[in-house]
């Protein structure tokens, strides 16, 4: 079974438990997903199956979209609502004040992650030192915030407002820490009440599929769960493609170089191509190399 399937995770289990459900409902031991999501949040969890695994790696730097609940008035130790609070005696917080700073933040910076993180530190993960009560010195990391835009305002309690803000950001952010960062600079405390990731790269939620769909599904039979399934090659549609013969997709599989007889297209040199057969079908990733391919992933034919 080879293929994409862009999961709704709900809040609650990690991303490694809906892959394992995942594995289980689908049949298929190689599952592989295109970021992790914290438990508590909820959201796109785009899963690649079979031949799809192997071009993750053209998925690890799409941007990402989330729905961020900010909650002012307190700190948490995780930056989110798993960790323990701290309320903050600060100044009150306007949704002026959110407007003009949230504006602060949009374009590349750098941003200093959460200190409960997986972030390797010194062959140990930043959760972990954080756990064993030491601290850890997490370097900045270069991220960039494409948008943010205020929502939805809660200052029913006025020491404790609560904003619902939309982010486009690069791979690689933390809302979280974007969060506290945007608390801080406001002069109080604030950490990620809820979060919903609406797209990841170009696979949105209003195209996910429930995890009870999924049960469905499995239950009907692996057909049906074939049908929810997108291409492997779904969301590098950008990327171009050569159309190769039979013979040609036969020498590539060997891992031989080919000179395709449709010729190379708009390719440039050193660009990566998708292979496709006469049907159309992705048969593999290629990159080029003067007027011949370079294969580099081929499915098994």
């Known amino acids: 079974m080879d293929g994409v399937l862009i999961v709704a995770k709900p809040a609650g289990p990690t991303s490694h438990d809906v892959v ?10 190689r599952i592989g997903h295109g970021g992790t999501l914290d438990p508590f949040a909820s959201g796109v969890l785009p899963l690649f199956l079979g031949f799809a695994t192997r071009l993750v790696e053209y998925h690890l730097g799409d ?15 995780t930056d989110d609502l798993d960790g323990e609070l701290s309320p903050v005696d600060g100044p009150v917080v306007t949704r002026q004040q959110v ?12 941003q200093r992650p959460p200190a409960y993180s997986a972030i390797q530190v010194g062959g140990r993960r930043a959760y972990a030192i954080a756990r064993a009560g030491e601290a850890a010195e997490l370097a900045p990391r270069h991220v960039e915030i494409r ?9 029913a309690d006025p020491e404790r407002p609560i904003a619902v803000v939309d982010v486009e950001c690069s791979a690689g952010t933390y809302v979280r820490a974007l969060a506290r960062d945007l608390g801080a600079v406001l002069g109080t ?17 209003d195209r996910a599929v429930g995890l009870d769909t999924l049960r469905a599904a499995a239950a009907e039979g692996q057909d049906a769960v074939r049908r929810l399934l997108l291409a492997p090659d779904a969301g590098l549609e950008t990327m171009p493609s050569i159309t190769l013969t039979a ?3 036969a020498d590539a599989s060997q891992g031989r170089y080919v ?19 006469p049907s159309g079908r992705l048969v593999g990733i290629a990159r080029r190399e003067a007027r011949r391919l370079a294969p580099e992933k081929m499915a098994r034919q």
């Open 189 to 205: 405390g604030a950490y990620l009440g809820a979060l919903t990731r609406m797209r990841s790269g170009p696979f949105t939620l």
């Open 63 to 77: 941007d990402k979209g989330y729905r961020a609940t900010v909650c002012f008035g307190s700190t948490s130790t």
């Open 259 to 277: 000179r395709p007889a449709a010729g190379i297209g708009g390719a440039g040199e050193g660009e990566t191509v998708r292979l496709v057969d």
């Open 247 to 249: 013979g040609e997709v």
């Open 20 to 29: 394992a459900l995942a594995r289980r409902l689908t049949g298929t031991r």
């Open 147 to 155: 948008r943010l835009a205020l929502l939805d305002w809660d200052d």
């Open 99 to 110: 407007i003009e700073h949230l504006a602060s933040f949009v374009g590349p910076h750098e």
